[in-house]
C-alpha cells in the first residue's frame, strides 16, 4: 500500500513538474514564435490566402493578443486587424465544451472589390470546414470601429465610392451541432456621402438543419423603424411566415437613398405575408396623410393551374402629395375585384370602379370623372364620363373575344374642350368640338373604319386667334380621306385637302394667304416682320420619297432693315430614302438692305442633305450689278464657300482671286478664309476670326484704293486724293479688343497740299470702333497716345489757312500723352526748326523759325524761340507750371525784339525793339510788364479816306448790337477778363502818319495799362513836323501834341498849331490855325500874320482859297476861282475813280483856265511792283503823249524802273533810282 502510494505521490509530482515546466516553456519568446508560425502554417490549409501575424501576446492559458493580423490574396489586402484579443477558459474544456468568454476585434479593415468576371475577392477565402466535434460558446463579441470599402464593378452602384465606417456592435454565438444561436444587439455604423446612419439594430436568430426564426427584429435607420419577425420550416416543401410593420417609415429620410421618392410624411405600413409550397397570401395595408390603401391577394397552385383572388382598394388619395413631379390635386377612389382560374383574358372575371369628384387638373378643376370598366366571358366593355369648367369628354367602347378576333366599336363626344386644362399650357385657349365613330379588328388601321368632324371655335394657341376651323374626315381600309380643312386666324388664312394613309400621301392641296405675322416674328427674334401675299403647293409620294412643289407670290415684304417692294418665286423638295433636295428660285425686286438699295435680286438655290448650291444676280441699278455663286453647307456653324463673285459697281469690276473662299458664321464668332477681291490694281483681303465672346484674330488688307474714288463715295472732301494702303490685325478679346495696323498713302493731297507718301501707325484698345462715329473716349478711363516724327515736313498746314502762306520747315517731336481724359499727363520735346512762312495781309515774310518745347507732366517748357525777317529778328521763351489738376500754376517768359517788321504794307509799315518784356502768370490771370520801341513806323490813311456813306436801318442797328454782346461773351472776351498789364511805348523821330491830304512825324512815350477788357492809355505824343493840305493848300506843323489821360474814348487832348504861306499881291502873309481841346470835339481857331490875330472862319476859307478876305477886297475872284475848282475836282475825281476802278493811284493834272491837262493811273501789282500809265491831252500827238512805267523796289531806298514814250526819247528807258529822305 505505502509502495502504490509512493508510486501515485511521485507520478502526481512528476506531473506536477511537468505543468510547471510547459507553464514555463509558454511564456518563452521561442515558444510564441514557434505558435505563431504554427498557426500561420494551419492557416495555409483553412484559408486560400496568405495569413500573417505580428506578435502573440499574453499568458496563452486564459488569454492572449494578437496584433496586426493581415489576409492577402492575389497581392491585395482584404483584410487588416490591429488588434485582436481573446479569452477563453481552460476549465471548460474538462466537460469537452469551448468557451471564448471574450473576442475583441478593434479597427478592422475589410476591402471588398468586384472582379471583372462580377466575382468578388472574398468568394471562397476560407475552405469549408467540417462540424465541430465540441460545442463552442462566444458570450461576448466585441467589433469596435470597424470599416469596410467596396468596389464595385457599376459606377452608378450605391456603394461606389461609398465605404461602411465606424461600425460597432456585440454578439453572442453559440455554436453545437443541432443548432446555431446568433444573438446580435446595438448593431450601428454610417456610409460616407450619405446622410442616413444605422443607429441601432437588434435581432435573434435560431438555425437549425431544417428551420431558421428571426425574432426581435428591430432596425433604427434616422426617424424610422421597422419591426418583425420571420419564420421558414422544412426547407424541401418549406412554409413561412414573414410579418414587418413600419411605425413609422420617415419618408423624408429616405429621399437621399431614393431620389424619386417625392412623396413626404410619415407612412405607417404593415406586411404579412405566409404560405407554403404551393400557395401564398399577401396583405399589404398603407396610411398616409394623403390616402391610404390595402391589397389583399391569395393564390394557390392546383394541377397545374394558378388560382387567384384579388382585392384593392384606395380610399381619399392625394396624387399631388403622392406622385413624383407634384401630380393632380385629387380626390380619388378605387375599387378593383378580378379572380381567375389561370393566367389567361378568357378566365378573367374583373370589376373596376373608378371616381374623382373635387379634384383638380392643372389649374381646372374637376367636377366629375367616372371610369367604369368590365371584363367577362372574353369581352370587355369601357365607360368614360368626364365634367369640368374646360369640357366634357364621353366615351363608350367595347371589344368581344379579346384572345380572339378583338372586334371593337367605339364612340367618343367632345364639347366645349379648353386644351389648356390638360397640357399645362395657359397660352392655350381652345373652344373645341369633335366626334368619332370607330369600327375594326385586332386594332389593325387596315381594317378600321371611322368618320367624324372637327370644330374649332374662336381660340387661342400658341398666342395665334383662330377665328374658326373645321373639317370633316373619314376612313375606310386605312385610307383617310380629308375634305377641306379650313383654318382662319390673325396668321391669314389655310386650307388643305387631300387623300392619304400610312404609307404615303396620295395628293395634298394646301393654300395660305399670309396675314400678320406677330408669332413669327417673335419666333426670328426680329423686330419688324410684315408680308402680304398667297403660297401654296401639293404634296404627294411615299413617306420615304415625299416630293412637294409650290410657289409664293409675296408684296411688302420687310425683314428688320431689309424691305422687298416683291417677292416671287418658286421652291420645291424631293426626297428619297434617307436623302432630299431642295430647290428654290425666287426674284426680289425694289429691294432695301439697311441703307443699301437695290434694283432686284435674283436668287437661285439647290439644297441637298448637308449643303445649298447658290447662284445670285444683284443689280443695285441698271449701272451697278453684281454675280455670286457658292456652296452654303449646314450644321452648328455655317459656311459659305465661295466659288465665284464679280461685282460691278461704280465704274469697277471686282473679282475674286483665290481659289478657297469661305466664311463660317457660328453663335459666337465669325470665320473669315481667304477673302480676296481684285480690281484693277486694287486688292482687298480678309482673313481671321472674329468672336462675340472669346479672342479676336482678324486680319485685314487694302492696297492701291484711291482715295479720290471713295471719298466721293462716302461723300468726303473732294480735294482728298492718293493711293492708300492699310494692314489692320484685331487682336485682343471680345471684352477687350486690341486694333493695331499701318498705312501708307502715296501721291496724296488734302485740299491745295500735296505730299509724296505718308506713312504712320494706329492702335485702338478699350474701345469700340462705330460706323459713321467716332471712337469712345472715357474721361475717367487710362489711356495712352505717343507721337514720333524725326523729320516731318510741316507744309501740310497749308492746307488748313488761307492767311498764312509759304509754309515750309521741319517738325521733329517724341511726345507721349500718358493718364485720363480730365488728367493727362504729357511729355517729351516738339522741335520746329528752319521754317518759313508769310503773312500777306501784313506784307511780311518770317524765316529761320526755330522753337523747343518741353513737354512734361506739371510743366510746359519752351526755352528758346527764334524768327527772323530782314533784318530784325524776334526770341522769346516761356515756363508754364501746372498742378495735379492740369491748370496753371505759374508763367514765366519773356519776348526780346530787335528791328522786327510787324507789318510793311502800303497801308502800314511797322518795326519794333524790345529789349525785354516780361510775362507772368498764375491760376488768377496773365500779366505782362515791359517796353516797346517803335523802331520805324509809316502809317497811311489812304485806306480811311474811302468816302463811303454808310446807311444802317433799325434792324441792322440791332444787329449790330446783339454781335457785339455776342462778342463780349465769347470765349476770347473772357480770356481778356484775365489778362493784365502795363507796357511802355516808346516813338522816336521816325514814326509818320501818312495820307493823300496829311503827312505828320510823331514822337514820345505812351504807357499802356490793361485790366481784363479794360485799355488805358497815358502820356503825350508830340507832332515833330509835317504838312497837311486843306482845300489844296498846304498847311505846315508848326507845333502838336496829344495827350492821353487814359479812357482812348473820351479823354485825348489835342494841341496842334500849323501855318499857310501866301502872296496876295507883293505881300507876304501867314495863315495860322489852332485845333485844341477834346480830339471828340476839338476847337478851331484861324489867324492871320500872328497866332493872336484872330480871324472869322469864312475869310479863313476865303484867304485859303482866293489869297484874299471874303469881303471888301476889291480883287477880282474870277481868275483864281477857276484855278481852284479844276484843282479840287482833279483831287477829288482821283479818289472816286481810284476806289472805284480798284487802281491804288488816279492824277489828274488840270490845265491852265479849264483846258485839258492829263492824267496818270498805277496800281501795285504786289507790295514791292508798281505799275503806270500816263495821258497827256494837251498835246496834239496822242502816241507820243502816252507813257507806261514799271518801277520794282529792291531795297526800301533802291529802285529800278522801266519807261516806255514821252515826247523826247530820253523818255525811254531803264533807270536805277537811289532815294533818300531827311526828315
Same mark, same amino acid.
Given at each position: ?141 466585441? $467589433? ?19 465605404? =461602411? ?34 443607429? +441601432? ?30 419564420? =421558414? ?115 378573367? &372575371? ?44 364621353? @366615351? ?154 409650290? @410657289? ?28 432630299? +433636295? ?44 453684281? =454675280? ?51 480690281? *484693277? ?24 484704293? &484711291? ?122 520735346? $516738339? ?87 516780361? $510775362? ?64 511802355? $511805348? ?8 501818312? @495820307? ?14 490793361? +485790366? ?27 507845333? *502838336? ?183
Amino acid at each position: 500500500m505505502k509502495r502504490f502510494l509512493k508510486i501515485i505521490l511521485g507520478l502526481f509530482g512528476l506531473l506536477v513538474l511537468l505543468l510547471l515546466a510547459a507553464a514555463a516553456l509558454t511564456q518563452t519568446q521561442r515558444f510564441r514564435d514557434w505558435l505563431r508560425d504554427e498557426i500561420v502554417a494551419a492557416a495555409r490549409e483553412k484559408i486560400n490566402g496568405r495569413l500573417a501575424l505580428g506578435k502573440i501576446e499574453g499568458n496563452l492559458i486564459s488569454q492572449f493578443k494578437i496584433t496586426n493580423l493581415t489576409i492577402t490574396r492575389d497581392g491585395e489586402t482584404v483584410v487588416r486587424v490591429p488588434r485582436l484579443e481573446f479569452g477563453f477558459s481552460p476549465r471548460e474544456l474538462w466537460d469537452r465544451r469551448v468557451l471564448i468568454n471574450l473576442l475583441l476585434i478593434d479597427s478592422a479593415a475589410i476591402h471588398l472589390r468586384q472582379n471583372p468576371d462580377s466575382s468578388w475577392n472574398v468568394q471562397n477565402l476560407i475552405v469549408t470546414d467540417t462540424t465541430a466535434i465540441w460545442p463552442i460558446v462566444l458570450p461576448k463579441i466585441r $467589433i469596435r470601429n470597424a470599416e469596410v470599402t467596396i468596389s464595385p464593378l457599376d459606377t452608378a452602384s450605391f456603394f461606389y465610392r461609398r465605404a =461602411v465606417q465606424n461600425l460597432n456592435a456585440e454578439l453572442l454565438v453559440e455554436y453545437t451541432t443541432p443548432q446555431t444561436v446568433l444573438d446580435l444587439r446595438r448593431l450601428a455604423f454610417n456610409v460616407t456621402n450619405f446622410p442616413l446612419a444605422v443607429s +441601432e439594430s437588434n435581432a435573434h436568430v435560431v438555425q437549425t438543419a431544417d428551420a431558421v426564426q428571426i425574432d426581435k427584429l428591430q432596425i433604427t435607420v434616422g426617424g424610422s423603424t421597422v419591426t418583425g419577425n420571420l419564420r =421558414v420550416r422544412d426547407f424541401k416543401q418549406p412554409s413561412y411566415r414573414v410579418q414587418l410593420a413600419a411605425t413609422p417609415l420617415q419618408l423624408d429620410d429616405w429621399h437621399a437613398l431614393v431620389p424619386q421618392l417625392s412623396t413626404q410624411g410619415p407612412l405607417e405600413a404593415s406586411l404579412l405575408c405566409t404560405g407554403n409550397w404551393d400557395s401564398v397570401l399577401v396583405d399589404l395595408e398603407l396610411k398616409h396623410e394623403a390616402g391610404e390603401g390595402r391589397l389583399l391577394a391569395f393564390a394557390r397552385r392546383n394541377s397545374g393551374r394558378v388560382g387567384y383572388t384579388l382585392d384593392a382598394d384606395i380610399r381619399r388619395a392625394d396624387l399631388a402629395r403622392l406622385l413624383p413631379e407634384r401630380g393632380p390635386h385629387s380626390h380619388l377612389n378605387l375599387s378593383l375585384r378580378a379572380q381567375g382560374d389561370r393566367l389567361s383574358l378568357d378566365s378573367l &372575371q374583373a370589376m373596376l370602379h373608378l371616381t374623382a369628384d373635387s379634384s383638380r387638373l392643372g389649374n381646372h378643376a374637376l367636377s366629375n370623372f367616372v371610369l367604369e370598366g368590365a371584363a367577362r366571358n372574353n369581352d370587355l366593355q369601357v365607360d368614360l364620363q368626364l365634367q369640368t369648367p374646360a369640357g366634357e369628354i364621353a @366615351g363608350a367602347g367595347r371589344v368581344r373575344d379579346l384572345s380572339g378576333a378583338q372586334d371593337f366599336d367605339m364612340n367618343l363626344n367632345v364639347k366645349r374642350l379648353n386644351l389648356a386644362a390638360f397640357v399645362y399650357d395657359t397660352t392655350l385657349i381652345s373652344n373645341l368640338n369633335f366626334t368619332a365613330a370607330l369600327k375594326g379588328r385586332h386594332l389593325n388601321l387596315n381594317t378600321l373604319e371611322a368618320a367624324g368632324t372637327f370644330d374649332l371655335r374662336p381660340s387661342r394657341i400658341w398666342e395665334i386667334n383662330l377665328a374658326s376651323a373645321r373639317g370633316v374626315f373619314r376612313s375606310h381600309a386605312g385610307e383617310m380621306v380629308l375634305d377641306t380643312l379650313r383654318l382662319q386666324s390673325d396668321l391669314g388664312n389655310f386650307s388643305v385637302d387631300g387623300a392619304f394613309n400610312q404609307k404615303q400621301i396620295h395628293l395634298l392641296h394646301f393654300i395660305a394667304e399670309i396675314g400678320k405675322l406677330d408669332l413669327a416674328r417673335r419666333l426670328l427674334a426680329a423686330d419688324t416682320l410684315h408680308a402680304r401675299g398667297v403660297i401654296g403647293g401639293t404634296v404627294q409620294g411615299v413617306f420615304d420619297s415625299l416630293s412637294v412643289n409650290g @410657289g409664293f407670290q409675296l408684296s411688302g415684304v420687310q425683314y428688320n432693315a431689309t424691305h422687298a417692294k416683291n417677292l416671287a418665286g418658286e421652291f420645291g423638295y424631293r426626297r428619297a430614302g434617307l436623302s432630299g +433636295e431642295a430647290t428654290l428660285n425666287a426674284t426680289a425686286r425694289s429691294l432695301l438692305l439697311a441703307d443699301m438699295a437695290l434694283d432686284s435680286v435674283k436668287l437661285a438655290t439647290r439644297y441637298p442633305e448637308t449643303f445649298a448650291e447658290v447662284a445670285a444676280e444683284i443689280w443695285l441699278d441698271p449701272q451697278n450689278s453684281g =454675280v455670286i455663286s457658292g456652296r452654303y453647307l449646314f450644321g452648328d456653324t455655317a459656311r459659305f464657300e465661295v466659288n465665284q463673285a464679280v461685282l460691278a459697281v461704280f465704274d469697277q469690276t471686282w473679282e475674286t482671286t483665290a481659289d478657297s473662299m469661305w466664311i463660317e458664321l457660328g453663335p459666337e464668332e465669325y470665320f473669315f478664309h481667304n477673302i480676296a477681291l481684285r480690281s *484693277g490694281p486694287e486688292h482687298f483681303f480678309l482673313d481671321g476670326k472674329l468672336s462675340f465672346i472669346g479672342a479676336e484674330d482678324l486680319r485685314l488688307s487694302l492696297s492701291n484704293l &484711291q482715295l479720290a474714288r471713295y471719298a466721293k463715295l462716302f461723300g468726303l472732301e473732294e480735294g482728298l486724293n492718293g493711293l492708300i494702303d492699310i494692314e489692320a490685325r484685331l487682336n485682343g478679346t471680345a471684352s477687350a479688343p486690341r486694333l493695331d495696323g499701318h498705312f501708307l498713302i502715296n501721291n496724296g493731297k488734302l485740299s491745295e497740299f500735296a505730299y509724296q507718301s505718308w506713312a504712320g501707325a494706329f492702335n485702338f484698345e478699350d474701345e469700340k470702333l462705330l460706323d459713321g462715329s467716332p471712337v469712345t473716349l472715357y474721361k475717367d478711363r487710362p489711356m495712352r497716345m505717343q507721337a514720333d516724327a524725326q523729320t516731318l515736313d510741316i507744309s501740310f498746314l497749308q492746307a488748313f489757312t488761307q492767311r498764312v502762306k509759304n509754309i515750309r520747315g521741319t517738325l521733329s517731336c517724341d511726345v507721349k500723352l500718358e493718364g485720363t481724359l480730365s488728367n493727362m499727363r504729357p511729355g517729351g520735346p $516738339i522741335r520746329v526748326y528752319n521754317a518759313t512762312f508769310a503773312l500777306p495781309e501784313y506784307g511780311t515774310a518770317y524765316h529761320d523759325l526755330f522753337f523747343v518745347v518741353s513737354l512734361a507732366s506739371n510743366a510746359l517748357d519752351m526755352s528758346s524761340f527764334r524768327v527772323e525777317s530782314d533784318k530784325g529778328k524776334l526770341e522769346g521763351n516761356v515756363k508754364i507750371s501746372l498742378d495735379h489738376e492740369g491748370k496753371v500754376s505759374t508763367l514765366e517768359g519773356s519776348v526780346f525784339a530787335q528791328n522786327f517788321p510787324l507789318s510793311k504794307t502800303r497801308d502800314l509799315e511797322l518795326r519794333i525793339d524790345s529789349d525785354s518784356t516780361r $510775362i507772368t502768370g498764375d491760376a488768377n490771370g496773365l500779366r505782362y510788364a515791359g517796353a516797346v520801341t517803335v523802331k520805324r513806323a509809316i502809317y497811311s490813311l489812304s485806306s480811311m479816306q474811302t468816302g463811303k456813306i454808310l446807311e444802317i436801318d433799325e434792324a441792322e442797328l440791332q444787329q449790330i448790337l446783339n454781335t457785339n454782346a455776342e462778342e463780349k461773351d465769347s470765349t476770347f472776351a473772357r480770356l481778356l477778363q484775365h489778362v493784365s498789364g502795363e507796357l511802355k $511805348i516808346r516813338m522816336p523821330r521816325n514814326t509818320w502818319i501818312r @495820307g493823300p491830304e496829311v503827312n505828320l512825324e510823331l514822337n514820345g512815350e505812351l504807357d499802356l495799362v490793361q +485790366e481784363g477788357e479794360t485799355y488805358l492809355l497815358f502820356g503825350a505824343i508830340d507832332i515833330a513836323r509835317g504838312t497837311y493840305e486843306l482845300y489844296g493848300k498846304k498847311f505846315t506843323v508848326r507845333s *502838336g501834341k496829344l495827350i492821353f489821360q487814359g479812357d482812348l474814348d473820351t479823354a485825348i487832348q489835342i494841341d496842334l498849331l500849323a501855318s499857310y504861306v501866301f502872296r496876295q499881291g507883293k505881300e507876304k502873309h501867314e495863315m495860322f490855325v489852332n485845333i485844341t481841346g477834346s480830339l471828340s470835339n476839338p476847337q478851331v481857331v484861324f489867324s492871320l500874320d500872328s497866332e493872336n490875330a484872330t480871324i472869322e472862319q469864312k475869310d479863313a476859307i476865303s484867304y485859303i482859297l482866293f489869297n484874299a478876305p471874303a469881303q471888301g477886297s476889291g480883287i477880282s475872284l474870277a481868275g483864281s476861282a477857276s484855278g481852284v475848282v479844276s484843282g479840287l475836282v482833279s483831287q477829288q475825281l482821283s479818289k472816286t475813280l481810284g476806289e472805284g476802278l480798284n487802281l491804288d493811284v488816279i492824277e489828274f493834272g488840270a490845265g491852265e483856265n479849264l483846258t485839258p491837262g492829263s492824267v496818270l493811273v498805277g496800281k501795285y501789282i504786289t507790295n514791292d511792283l508798281f505799275i503806270s500809265v500816263s495821258q497827256d491831252f494837251s498835246s496834239f500827238n496822242s502816241a507820243e503823249a502816252l507813257r507806261v512805267a514799271l518801277e520794282l523796289e529792291v531795297l526800301r531806298e533802291f529802285f529800278l524802273q522801266a519807261t516806255r514814250g514821252g515826247k523826247d526819247e530820253k523818255d525811254t528807258g531803264f533807270d536805277v533810282i537811289w532815294k533818300k529822305e531827311w526828315q
